[in-house]
Every structure is written in structure tokens, then in C-alpha cells.
T-cell receptor
Framework: GEQVEQRPPHLSVREGDSAVITCTYT??????FFWYKQEPGASLQLLMK?????EINEGQGFTVLLNKKDKRLSLNLTAAHPGDSAAYFC???????????FGKGTHLHVLP | EAAVTQSPRNKVAVTGGKVTLSCNQT?????MYWYRQDTGHGLRLIHY???????EKGDIPDGYKASRPSQENFSLILELATPSQTSVYFC????????????FGEGTRLSVL
């Protein structure tokens, strides 16, 4: 079945710096991809979703790139601020459309 | 407003006891999921369902059962709880064939002593 590897597990950056989190997946037929943010003690909140083509989606200070050829998904925080400190998870919906598999997460610390 | 509600929010159980975690969604989603979250493992899929009456094994189903009696409700059952099942459990609901992401409940913190 689908396997998702997320790197790095921990990331510390200075305020204003960029931060990049990357996920690779194994099933070439996967077609829906998601990024979630989880603050300490809280549930998961959807950050961004991206679909079955190479594309860039931009949100509030975030850029997501999907490269289906390489089976790689990345989240780029363009100018991190302390409020971005949280755990981030990528998720992939597999080909049977039911299962959603998560990466192990990246704990991001943004230092002032 | 779309919502996924879990109960209880916190639970302390004894080893060998039976534990039932409940989840209710008002989103009219076909799919529902149970995950557990542990440090170093992220979220791991225990069971999922694609509609009332269906339950499917996820990646770590051993020691867990699931029940989906209706579109809205999905339960996770630990028949004989063990300390290794101490964790935070999340329920989620999601559609099948469009681009909406699963929505998560607030989580249940389970401690098995």
C-alpha cells in the first residue's frame, strides 16, 4: 500500500527565514494531497490541498509544490514567523479513494 | 457548520477493560477514519469506513474493532485494553470522490493503566 515519508522530522529556523518540508510517496496513482497544521494539544487543521498535476498553490505565506513525476510534495514557508511554530503533516489519498495516509510529521520551531 | 465530535475527550482505563471511543459527524461524508497519534509515528490509520455498515482495516488494526452503525457514527472498540494502546485518538470524516480534505475531531486522550 501507499507509504509516505516526510522530512525533516524537526526543523528550526529564524524569524523571516524560509522553511521547506518535503514528502515522498510510493503510489504513482495517488491524486489528492493535503497539508495539515497541528498546534500543541490541538487537532489537525487543513492548511492546503493540491491535486493531480504539477502545480503551485499559494496560501498565507505558504507555497506548495507537487511533482508527480518524482512523487514528491513540498511545503515552503516563505518568511516564517513565531506563529508558524507547530507540527506539519502531509497526507496522501490513495488510489482506492478511501484511505488517507499521513507522513510522520515535521516539528517546526521559529525562533524570534 | 461541518463538524466531527469525539467522546469522551479524556479516558482512563484499566488493563483488560473494554473501551469504546465514539465519533459523530454532521458533514454527510461517506468516509470516516480512526487514527492514533504517537510521538515519532505521526498519525497511523487503525480502521476506516466508506459507509454505514462497512468497516475496513487500516495499517495497524490489531487489538481494535470498529463499528459504523450509521452514516453519522463511527466507533472504535478496544475489547481488552493494554498499556500499549495509551495514545491520542483522532476521528475524521471525508468525502470519497472530490477534493475536500478529511475533517478531524478534537481527539481523545486515552491512558491505559
Amino acid at each position: 500500500g501507499e507509504q509516505v515519508e516526510q522530512r525533516p522530522p524537526h526543523l528550526s529556523v529564524r524569524e523571516g527565514d524560509s522553511a521547506v518540508i518535503t514528502c515522498t510517496y510510493t503510489d504513482p496513482n495517488s491524486y489528492y494531497f493535503f497539508w495539515y497544521k497541528q498546534e500543541p494539544g490541538a487537532s489537525l487543521q487543513l492548511l492546503m490541498k493540491v491535486f493531480s498535476s504539477t502545480e503551485i498553490n499559494e496560501g498565507q505565506g505558504f507555497t506548495v509544490l507537487l511533482n508527480k513525476k518524482d512523487k514528491r510534495l513540498s511545503l515552503n514557508l516563505t518568511a516564517a514567523h513565531p506563529g508558524d511554530s507547530a507540527a506539519y503533516f502531509c497526507a496522501v489519498r490513495d488510489t482506492n479513494a478511501y484511505k488517507v495516509i499521513f507522513g510522520k510529521g515535521t516539528h517546526l520551531h521559529v525562533l524570534p | 457548520e461541518a463538524a466531527v465530535t469525539q467522546s469522551p475527550r479524556n479516558k482512563v482505563a484499566v488493563t483488560g477493560g473494554k473501551v469504546t471511543l465514539s465519533c459523530n459527524q454532521t458533514n454527510n461524508h461517506n468516509n470516516m477514519y480512526w487514527y492514533r497519534q504517537d510521538t515519532g509515528h505521526g498519525l497511523r490509520l487503525i480502521h476506516y469506513s466508506y459507509g454505514a455498515g462497512s468497516t475496513e482495516k487500516g495499517d495497524i488494526p490489531d487489538g481494535y474493532k470498529a463499528s459504523r452503525p450509521s452514516q453519522e457514527n463511527f466507533s472504535l472498540i478496544l475489547e481488552l485494553a493494554t498499556p500499549s494502546q495509551t495514545s491520542v485518538y483522532f476521528c475524521a470524516s471525508g468525502p470519497t470522490y472530490n477534493n475536500q480534505a478529511p475533517l478531524f475531531g478534537e481527539g481523545t486522550r486515552l491512558s491505559v493503566l
